[in-house]
């Protein structure tokens, strides 16, 4: 072989080792890899944009050739979003809960989630049952108070999840938090689900019940809060306790989800942060629903029933007593904002 053809074999031999590892690369952006699912679970940034993606910066700092802001936890931008919990910080130490109503349980639910629906914490006239039963609900469940809860409904806009979150408080439970995000955000986010029922092991559940989280008739009455009725708008026309503001539930959440902390500003703009709420209703999900989206924001929220108002005006109209009369006129038709 002549030294001219060596050199050539030379050159083809080398510019084939230099073109390699561009093929391989470009190989393996097509197949063999495996698919992250919290690059999902960070899609959404603090403006509610899509997150780019492919950055490998680290996920306090700015591209340098764009504007674009790194994604951040939507629990990081409520005043007190730590009664909120990220997807991807749900961990097996975790009691998870699927307090849903519906059939959705059985048909599919997160991996190791019990089930204990919001329904069973009511009686049979649909009024809260005692501490008492509420405790052995849980207990029987394998719900102990020292556990870290994480909560979820079938529809995070139900306020079924809601509603479990004030009966856990109310209880004394001081772990226990909302999912951000819905069972059908968990499934395609990947992450585990199963359709096998849960069992825990029974445990004595020994409440330390809080006044503060579901309000009684005497603390309503007192005019220590500022009280919020979520009852449809025209049962607020007919009857409603004196003083109270109207709020359509429906305004504190954005489809599935509690609104952004921007909205939610707007929409609570006429309160007094520095004074207590009381939000009630006839349906418990939608106080409760209300009164999380305010406990969010940092409102001191309770829930109360408009059930248990009406049945202590009558009984003291009974008694002789003037009914409560609604005195502050002008703020009977006072309507909280929506965005």
Not at 82 to 99: A, F, G, N, R, T
Not at 101 to 122: C, E
Not at 158 to 184: H, P, T, W
Request: proline share 4%; hydrophobic share 35%; glycine share 8%.
């Amino acid at each position: 072989m002549t030294k001219f053809n060596i050199n050539i074999l030379g050159i083809l031999m080398l510019s084939v080792i230099a073109l390699a590892p561009a093929v391989y690369a470009g190989a393996s952006c097509c197949g063999g890899g495996t698919w992250d699912p919290s690059a999902f679970l960070n899609s959404e940034t603090e403006t509610g944009q899509p997150a780019t993606s492919g950055s490998t910066q680290d996920t306090n700092s700015v591209d340098s050739g764009s504007n674009t802001k790194e994604p951040i936890e939507r629990a990081s931008t409520y005043p007190n979003g730590v009664i909120l919990k990220p997807m991807k910080s749900v961990s097996s130490s975790d009691v998870v809960i699927d307090v849903s109503n519906g059939a959705s349980y059985a048909a599919s639910h997160i991996k190791d989630a019990i089930h204990i629906p919001s329904q069973s914490f009511l009686n049979g006239e649909g009024g809260l049952k005692t501490a008492e039963e509420l405790a052995k609900i849980l207990g029987d469940s394998g719900v102990s108070k020292t556990d870290s809860v994480v909560l979820y409904g079938g529809q995070e806009s139900s306020g079924e999840a809601e509603f479990a979150y004030f009966v856990l408080r109310y209880l004394g439970q001081n772990e226990v938090k909302l999912l951000d995000g819905s069972l059908a955000e968990w499934k395609a986010a990947g992450l585990p689900e199963e359709v096998a029922e849960n069992n825990r092991t029974a445990v004595e559940y020994k409440p330390q019940v809080r006044s503060d989280v579901i309000a009684d008739y005497e603390y309503v009455k007192s005019g220590q809060a500022q009280i919020i009725d979520v009852r449809p708008f025209v049962e607020f026309g007919k009857g409603r306790i004196p003083g109270s503001i109207a709020l359509d539930p429906t305004n504190v959440i954005k489809g599935d989800k509690i609104k952004n902390a921007n909205d939610l500003t707007n929409i609570f703009s006429r309160l007094d942060k520095e004074k207590p709420i009381v939000v009630y209703s006839d349906d418990y999900s939608r106080s409760a629903l209300a009164a999380y989206a305010l406990q969010l924001m940092g409102f001191q929220a309770s829930i109360y029933s408009w059930e248990d108002w009406k049945a202590h005006e009558a009984t003291e109209v009974q008694a002789g007593a003037a009914p409560a009369k609604d005195d502050a006129v002008g703020s009977n038709y006072v309507k909280l904002g929506s965005t």
